[in-house]
């Protein structure tokens, strides 16, 4: 579309300086922009975000089905955005309420690994880093899901389809969990 500016990359996004207003931000090499008018000068780091790898007493893992863009239909894993003043713990135990109505028991949470990603959101591609726990919850039985999701699938680990899984984070962090309980 002719005159429309590429927002992919986030630091594209910003053409007029948070503080004044003034047109002309420059993107710096230091991932940052800065106002040459009033000297504005704003970084913008990646942003945290959590997933859980919810076990069940089978040992099969849970999956949830993505109800809106960015990867709708495909299989992701119950988390999200870590959210201000917000511990990694606090907001994957959060998330998992907020998107299956479910208890996570966090004394089960087994820290992962993070998993760099890109998070495709309104023309602008976030970047963020996943941090992704194996945690277990109190009881599978949930009656209600978040309009996030449309619903949810347990898989062996033999069984995962990574084909189906929307986000290459996800995708690395299935692959690590794979892995980790090849040597359990």
């Not at 503080?19 to 002309?24: P, Q, S």
């Not at 119950?78 to 959210?83: C, E, I, L, T």
């Not at 966090?106 to 726990?133: C, M, V």
């Amino acid at each position: 579309m002719p005159g429309r500016t590429d927002f992919s990359d986030p630091w594209k996004a910003i053409r007029f300086c948070p503080g004044c207003g003034a047109k002309g931000i420059t993107v710096r090499a230091d991932r940052s922009v800065k106002c040459g008018r009033c000297g504005y000068h704003l970084h913008l780091n990646v942003a945290a975000a959590v997933a859980g790898l919810i076990e069940d007493e089978s040992g099969r893992i849970l999956l949830t089905i993505r109800a809106a863009e960015p990867m709708k239909g495909m299989l992701d894993l119950p988390g999200g955005f870590v959210d201000p003043g917000e511990a990694a713990e606090e907001a994957l135990a959060r998330e998992i309420r907020e998107e299956l109505n479910l208890e996570a028991q966090r004394s089960s949470f087994q820290y992962l690994g993070s998993f760099p990603n890109i998070y495709p959101y309104g023309n602008i591609a976030y970047r963020t880093l996943d941090l992704a726990y194996r945690c277990s919850v109190e009881t599978f039985a949930t009656e209600k899901f978040s309009q996030e999701i449309t619903g949810v699938k347990l898989f062996s680990p033999s069984e995962i389809p990574l084909d189906l899984v929307g986000f290459d984070s996800i995708r690395s962090i299935l692959t690590a969990y794979l892995r980790s309980t090849e040597v359990s």
